[in-house]
């Protein structure tokens, strides 16, 4: 049994830059990080485009990244959570400025700002085209000298342990007193214990498997706070990207910034027609949900499994200049952006629902907080404005921070938490069988759960997935602790979520697209 007064599940920016921050306020308190992969895999790792923030405000105005965040919301975000999240995110950019993290500049020595889809301004802070890699790299060098902080690499957390599981306390109380983690290394399950846990664990992209995320992205977070009741909401809101690079065996995966479209680069049908001026004024700069299924449309309408990008008529050294990992990727595949339009689809990319908070990062349980992607703070609505969830994770740690510097963390000392049963004759699990409910989920979801939805697909998801959900039951309870075996049953869980709460949408607002629920126009 581990004690800590601060848990953290999840080492990208969210749960690094909490664990700062109070591991520095309290030296003399322990902070515990757990992560499933090593330490700096993440959905942070990956983000290319930037961080969208208000700091030219002779050029650009809260007012303005308010109003375009609210509009790619399309009127399901909460304003007061919107305002709070713009007004905060400049004084906490200049803190990570101020830790290490580098923001590419212009010959003037100001921030050279990029632009993406519903952004009414250039205000998108970027590294090159590896932003995330930036931020997480200096986010791990100061975890690193913070003596009370231990982070434990190859440790998933399997479950959240509520009064359910606690001897010595009421059943109906809603409070978390820890995690069960399983122990990669000596296969063996721990109890944590902990005065505050913070769900930092990231999204959920791998539910559909073709998807711009890392393999680490199964939705554990949002399925052990479902399973422990946590109040969960927005899952029918899933945005793709409309531009992941579509590869004929992997179907999509890389992703091609939405900066290069902010860039100039043009979206081109099969035929070879910049087809998003007909649907939108904003044309290739309109928010990704309408870009997405503007895409969805043209792939119908011409019978063909992908668009291209057209970067042929941008200036070749400044476009290896801001983006010199997508060039090298296109490269490798083959692709001389001088001469070849790149192929690519709308891919699985961040789900704007979540585990709901308040305004402080707390859950509907006591000791219970989360924030970054696997959050529904209220800020994106029903689309999320492109770049505004990495500033929403900086935001939302520094708020549970600030809040957690008024409480006490709870001893725990009375807490009487069982051991982790293990299963005591495990049947052999054959490894393939996990692959296979794996990639049957994911057809699942991509053929009645995606872009487009109707009654007809969610009544056959809704059954389909119950199949798969009987079966993976069976083979959990029948073995001992296997992550590949618990990530898909995480996955069921969310697919589960997204699946009923879109049955519950009765109207079409932004990533969530039913057809029988006819909405004419799609743009707005
Ligand atoms: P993550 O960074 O995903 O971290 C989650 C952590 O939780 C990981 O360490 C993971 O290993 C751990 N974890 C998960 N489950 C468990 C478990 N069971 N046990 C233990 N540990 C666990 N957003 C922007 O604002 N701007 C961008 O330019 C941008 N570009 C993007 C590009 C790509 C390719 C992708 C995939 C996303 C992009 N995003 C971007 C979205 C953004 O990167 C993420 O939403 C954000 O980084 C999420 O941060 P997080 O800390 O919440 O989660
Ligand atoms: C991108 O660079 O296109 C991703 C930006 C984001 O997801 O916010």
């Known amino acids: 049994m581990i004690y800590t007064d601060y848990l953290v599940i999840g080492s990208g920016i969210a749960g690094l830059t909490y664990a700062i921050k109070i591991a520095s306020r309290f030296p003399t308190r322990n902070v515990t990080i757990i992560t499933k992969m090593s ?27 308010i109003s375009d965040t609210l509009i790619a919301g399309d009127g399901l975000c909460d304003a007061s959570i919107v305002k709070l999240v713009v007004k905060e995110g400049p004084e906490l950019l200049q803190e990570l400025i101020n830790w290490g993290a580098s923001f590419d500049t212009g010959e003037n020595g100001e921030f050279d700002l990029g632009r993406e889809g519903g952004h009414s301004e250039y205000r998108v802070l970027h590294h090159k ?5 930036e931020i997480e790299k200096t986010l791990l060098q100061q975890i690193d000298v913070l003596p009370n902080i231990t982070l434990l690499t190859h440790h998933f957390a399997i479950d959240l342990i509520t009064a359910h599981q606690v001897y010595s306390t009421a059943k109906n109380i809603q409070k978390c007193f820890g995690v069960y983690v399983f122990d990669q290394k000596t296969n063996t399950v721990k109890t944590i214990k902990a005065g505050n846990t913070l769900l930092a664990s990231g999204g959920i992209g791998q539910v559909y498997g073709h998807t711009t995320n890392p393999a680490i992205a199964t939705g554990d977070g949002i399925a052990m706070a479902y399973r422990a009741k946590a109040n969960i909401q927005d899952m029918e809101f899933i945005q793709f990207h409309p531009t992941a690079m579509y590869s004929k065996n992997k179907g999509a995966s890389f992703l091609i910034s939405e900066a290069v479209r902010g860039f100039g680069a043009f979206l081109r049908n099969v035929k070879g027609e910049r087809f998003m001026l007909q649907y939108d004024t904003r044309g290739e700069l309109a928010s990704r949900d309408i870009v997405s299924q503007c895409i969805d449309k043209e792939l119908k309408k011409t019978a063909t499994t992908y668009v291209f990008l057209d970067c042929t008529h941008l200036e070749v050294s400044a476009f290896k200049k801001h983006f010199p990992m997508i060039y090298e990727k296109c490269i490798e595949c083959g692709i001389d952006i001088k001469n070849d339009w790149i192929p690519v689809i709308p891919a699985s990319h961040y789900v704007c629902g979540g585990i709901v908070v308040d305004e402080n990062g ?11 992607e696997c959050s529904r703070t209220g800020l994106h609505g029903a689309n999320r404005l492109a770049s505004n969830s990495l500033l929403e994770a900086l935001v939302f740690a520094d708020r549970v921070y600030k809040h957690h510097t008024t409480l006490l963390p709870e001893t725990m000392e009375n807490i009487d938490i069982p051991d982790w049963v293990e299963i005591e004759i495990p049947t052999l699990l054959d490894i393939r069988i ?23 697909e969610l009544e056959i998801a809704v059954y389909s997935l119950a199949e798969i959900y009987k079966k993976v039951e069976k083979l959990y309870k029948q073995n001992s602790i296997h992550v590949e075996l618990c990530e898909l049953r995480n996955m069921i869980n969310v697919a589960h979520m997204i699946i009923t709460q879109s049955i519950a949408r009765k109207e079409n607002r932004g990533g969530y697209y039913n057809k029988d629920l006819v909405t004419e126009k799609i743009t707005r």
């Open 39 to 65: 330490e700096e895999e993440s959905n942070t790792k990956y983000a290319q485009g930037g961080v969208a923030v208000v700091l030219n405000r002779t050029t650009d105005s809260f007012e303005k990244h």
């Open 129 to 133: 085209d590896s932003t995330g890699y």
């Open 434 to 456: 996990i692959e296979v409910y794996r990639k049957n989920l994911q057809k699942l979801m991509r053929q009645y759960a995606g872009i487009v939805r109707s009654n007809k």
């Open 362 to 372: 707390k859950t509907s349980l006591d000791n219970l907080y989360a924030c970054g």
